[in-house]
């Protein structure tokens, strides 16, 4: 399977004409070196620019066998992640650089399939939601330093995977709190949904020492389990349960508010 899609045009290519050209600021360009190159790269677009719609291909990435089950980008644009599955019980994480157009890293595995990603603000943790009752927090702050394609993806885990939160079934969505909304800063605060249906709340503690081992602790749990309906029957009618309900989205808004989707349509808001 392959995963496809690219812009038109990136903004930044009005500023810096042809392909390569940097424009004023790159007179020097043949001095400078990739890493100046990718800093100079701008993915904003300006206040008097259009939004152009995709329609020409930019990329091919490759995935696995059974295909792809989710993509994410990081909050900068620099990097996608993907869930690329072998087989039903090993679905890994790829990591691309989208600037040059090529892997970055495997960072590791989940044993069932990925449903979602979310980059913390900073893209410096990236969390992932998988049907093997796991969700997992990942350090992505320097991630093509810390781990390289010539090791095995197992490895790699070992070094960016901070912590795993284990769950009694499927985890549909994961979401980070705002940070202008987090006043434990800068511990992040997580939440999970789950097909039991409970949206969990999780403060995550980093080993500030080692920075390798997270700690998720329990901080509050929302039900939305149960569906209640007012069936009709006859003249009047009749306040019954009518079976099992979970989340299966959900997101925070700018003041920390957390709106949750279900699978029977409603929109619970906390």
Not at 60 to 75: D, L
Not at 157 to 172: A, D, N, R, T, W
Not at 175 to 180: A, C, I, R
């Amino acid at each position: 399977s392959i995963i496809e899609g690219g812009p038109s045009k990136r903004p930044e290519d009005k500023k810096k004409g042809k392909e390569g050209d940097l424009g004023e600021e790159g007179k020097e360009g043949d001095q400078m070196d990739m890493k100046t190159r990718e800093k100079l790269m701008g993915w904003e677009r300006g206040f008097s620019q259009p939004c152009l719609i995709p329609n020409r291909l930019l990329y091919r990435f490759e995935s696995e066998t059974n295909g792809c089950f989710a993509v994410k980008f990081s909050n900068k644009g620099r990097y996608l992640a993907a869930a690329c599955s072998e087989s039903e019980v090993k679905c890994l994480i790829k990591i691309f650089n989208v600037e040059k157009g090529s892997l970055a890293a495997i960072i590791g595995l989940h044993q069932g399939i990925i449903h979602e990603f979310k980059w913390a603000p900073g893209d410096n943790f990236l969390l992932s939601a998988s049907n093997d009752s796991l969700a997992k927090l990942w350090n992505t702050s320097d991630i093509e330093s810390s781990v390289t394609l010539s090791e095995d993806y197992g490895e790699n885990e070992k070094k960016v995977l901070l912590g795993k939160i284990q769950h009694p079934s499927y985890v549909y969505e994961v979401e980070f709190l705002p940070e202008y909304a987090n006043k434990l800063r800068p511990k992040p605060v997580i939440a999970t949904a789950c097909f039991d249906g409970k949206v969990r709340i999780w403060v995550a503690e980093i080993d500030e020492r080692s920075g390798r081992e997270m700690h998720a602790f329990l901080a509050t749990e929302l039900s939305v389990d149960q569906i209640e309906r007012d069936i009709p029957a006859g003249e009047e009618s009749v306040h019954c349960l009518i079976g099992h309900n979970y989340p299966t989205s959900m997101v925070f808004d700018d003041t920390g508010r957390l709106y949750i989707g279900d699978s029977v349509g409603e929109v619970h808001v906390w």
